[in-house]
């Protein structure tokens, strides 16, 4: 896994130097100014992008590995058939989570590696989205694989992967695809541009009350404040996404369903409206939201510290 994440971060620092070149090419006059911005104190272009994929990753990991029992208890409240924890066993709430998590090193390094190439040039609305759409590529097979495990349908993640590779092929490790895009790209792009949006008016307020209206003095935002400007926004997106979270989950669990399979997401949406009304689209809102306020709000205050943190060690080195 590690070999794989380090050649992974080769193939995205790739893709950002094309970015890079880009960018330089359309703003010449400003290419060096903003190189020069960008760059760590004692480091390159290169490193920062690696240091940026690097801590992205690994908050995202840590972040999901932490929460993973509450993420399990969230899928178990919109299954179709209102599976309970006495249903699939107090084992369900880690089954599979080290295996799971270790997705999430890459979901968080595309997702602030694509970030971070793209909102210099595009702003952090198009930036966003791209990072949660190139995301999807790690993320949906995790989702697949996890919410199986968690629901019972298989016993252990290896099983999982045998089991849908045999029985459904590439395209298992997809299903529900559409809904998870669909929700993954406004939320993340929710997520993200809330946090932009909450940060710049926090240092806003400091600037104020630090330097009364002057900007003499460089003030930042403390882990915590980070930690809090996370919980926001993560809030914010799981009210606008928790319809389309359910019909993802049901899309990706029908399988421990008896019931008549969902033929798409529109027919699932419709079908659980019909038969179980509106209400039903926020089951497990509460699980969601301490989940993804837990999640977005550790790996917004970890990110940053790694970040500074991989930065020193490269300066004193």
């Known amino acids: 896994m590690i070999r794989l994440f380090l050649l992974f971060i080769s193939l995205m620092l790739g893709c950002h130097a094309s970015v890079a070149d880009i960018h330089v090419n359309t703003q010449a006059t400003k290419s060096t100014r903003c190189v020069i911005h960008h760059h760590p104190r004692g480091g390159d272009a290169s490193s920062a992008v690696i240091n940026k994929i690097i801590a992205g990753g690994i908050s995202r990991g840590l972040a999901q590995a932490l929460l993973y029992p509450i993420d399990a208890l969230r899928t178990l409240a919109q299954t179709r058939d209102g599976r309970t924890l006495a249903d699939v066993g107090s084992q369900a709430l880690l089954r599979g989570a080290a295996q799971t998590s270790s997705f999430a090193l890459f979901t968080g390094a595309l997702q602030f590696g694509i970030f ?23 993320s949906v097979p995790q989702e697949v694989i996890k919410q199986r495990l968690v629901t019972g349908v298989y016993s252990s993640f290896r099983e999982a992967i045998k089991s849908i590779w045999k029985n459904e092929g590439v395209l298992g490790f997809y299903s529900g695809w559409r809904p ?9 792009v929710t997520t993200f541009t809330s946090r932009d949006l909450l940060r710049d008016r926090l240092l806003k307020w400091k600037e104020l009350q630090t330097n009364n209206g002057k900007t003499t ?16 926004s993560a809030l914010i997106a799981g009210v606008v996404t928790q319809p389309i979270d359910v019909v993802k989950t049901r899309m990706m669990t ?6 008549t399979p969902y033929t798409s997401a529109v027919d699932c949406a419709l079908t659980v409206v019909r038969t179980e009304g509106w209400r039903k689209l926020y089951s497990g809102f509460g699980q969601r939201s301490v989940y993804m306020c837990g999640l977005w709000g550790i790996t917004f205050a970890m990110e940053p510290i790694m970040f500074k943190y991989l930065n020193e060690r490269n300066t004193h080195q």
Do not use: D, H, W
């Not at 989205?129 to 590529?137: K, L, R, W």
């Not at 003030?219 to 400007?229: F, G, Q, R, T, Y």
């Open 217 to 232: 003095l460089l003030v930042k935002v403390s882990a915590m404040e980070n930690l809090a400007v996370g919980i926001t």
């Open 180 to 188: 998870t895009m669909s929700r993954n790209v406004p939320f993340v």
């Open 254 to 259: 029908q399988a421990a369903s008896t019931a």
């Open 116 to 138: 971070g190439a793209v909102q210099p040039q595009y702003g952090a609305l198009v930036a966003s989205a791209c990072g949660a759409a190139g995301s999807c590529i790690v």
